[in-house]
């Protein structure tokens, strides 16, 4: 295979990755919606995203999938794997490496402590190649309210019509402690909410807590 052929296929497969974690947007709060697609010899041999409720992972649905056909594959992920678990259970990075999985394709590393470089860093260590960035842009969407959380304890509020692809709608006086409110929904795990045009969007605005 040409160069010019992988770099076409790695861009059509993570963007099958990232269809099916958009289709769980909304559905997998606290954990954010990742794909996973595995391929091997050019065809797809297993493919997840994470489930509702934010469990199991795309990773641990896609790999025991794939069964045999994981070995020597290459693994695209719209997110980078786990390296540890907060449960301690088998870490998402454990699963591809002890399937055989050859090459890693990442769109986006995350920062949360449980991953945060450590599930590349390990994934390299036993001897994988991992590639990041694919896509990056495209994926960004997946995961902006878990960084946001990650970042500020508060779910990200944007203004929608019909909060398709939220966790769920703010409803909240607008004179109200709005940071404090928010706050509680991020210590529940909610990363991304919404609020219709008005009063409320307007407060949010205001006091710095919509994103545009």
């Known amino acids: 295979m040409t160069d010019a052929q992988q770099a076409s296929d790695d861009i059509r497969f993570m963007g099958r990755a990232i269809a099916l974690a958009k289709a769980r947007m909304g559905q997998t709060w606290p954990n954010p919606a990742v794909g996973c697609v595995i391929v091997r010899d050019g065809e797809v041999v297993a493919e997840a995203a994470t489930a509702p409720g934010g469990r199991p992972h795309a990773e641990e649905q896609a790999v025991p999938a794939a069964g045999e056909k994981a070995k020597g594959a ?42 945060s470089g450590r599930g590349v860093e390990r994934l390299r260590k036993a001897g994988m190649e991992v590639e990041t960035g694919l896509l990056a842009p495209e994926a960004a969407v997946l995961y902006e309210g878990y960084l946001h959380r990650v970042e500020t304890g508060r779910p990200m509020v944007r203004v ?40 409320l969007a307007d407060a949010l605005a205001a006091q710095g807590l919509l994103t545009r």
């Open 160 to 199: 929608s019509d019909d909060g398709e692809g939220f966790d769920a709608r703010f409803a909240a006086s607008p004179k109200a402690d709005l940071a404090t409110e928010l706050k509680r929904l991020g210590e529940a795990g909610y990363t991304r909410v919404w609020v219709s045009p008005g009063d």
């Open 74 to 115: 290459t693994a695209y992920v719209t997110m980078e794997p786990c390296g540890a678990r907060s449960s301690g259970r088998t870490s998402c990075s454990n699963y591809l490496i002890e399937a055989g999985v050859a090459r890693v394709v990442v769109a986006a590393v995350d920062p949360s402590p449980f991953a």
